[in-house]
């Protein structure tokens, strides 16, 4: 698990701590970083690319049933999104057409 936090600097957002280690390493392979606000009278979403971007700024609601629909609808809609690539990737090995990709 990582985290990066707002005051972090451009060379740390490159790098991630390891939380009861105290080492750094590199997070080449992320591509955003998503974090949530926990608040008592609301929540809020964020997303930070790497270099430290942001691509996500939303309120979320407060109550745990709301927050699964959130949940279940990202979940749903990337489920919908690799449907479509592994169509798309199936057409593409099958007859060489590039479809969508």
Known sequence: M???REHDTPAEAGTVNTPGKGTMFEIDD????????????AHHGHGLTPAGKKVLDK??????????????????DLRQFLKMLEHSLTRFIADGETGHL
């Open 30 to 41: 992320v591509g955003v970083f998503l974090g949530l606000d926990v608040g008592k009278a």
């Open 59 to 76: 309120p979320l609601p407060n109550s745990e049933p709301e927050l699964w629909a959130v949940f279940d609808k990202v979940a749903d």
């Open 2 to 4: 990582g985290w990066m």
